[in-house]
């Protein structure tokens, strides 16, 4: 549990963060990693009111690719890169004019 606190506390530099679980909660409760983030980051100093739950990984990374302006940057940690890229490719033909972009070795 302390491990993944302290990894949230370190990304309470952020923004703004949209907490999603993995697919794989190994056995956790489902909103259980999610509450144990949230905690992290309000540790970390993060603002509540920049801390937003959407648990399912799909509807996440629709939900945070909304809250996109012009210059931000999406960071997305995912258990299931595959698909996670196939969203992201369905995100930016979704969005003309928008340029998403997958990370190292895709």
Do not use: F, K, N, Y
């Amino acid at each position: 549990d302390e491990d993944v606190r302290e990894a949230a506390r370190s990304l309470a530099r952020l923004d703004h963060v949209v907490v999603r679980e993995d697919r794989d909660r190994r056995g956790r409760a489902p909103g259980e990693v999610a509450a144990l983030l949230r905690a992290g980051l309000l540790a970390g100093g993060l603002p509540e009111a920049r801390i937003e739950t959407v648990l399912d990984e799909a509807a996440a990374l629709r939900h945070a690719a909304a809250l996109l302006d012009v210059h931000d940057l999406l960071v997305v940690l995912s258990d299931t890169v595959p698909e996670t890229l196939r969203l992201v490719g369905a995100l930016d033909a979704d969005a003309p004019g928008a340029t998403l972009a997958a990370g190292p070795g895709q």
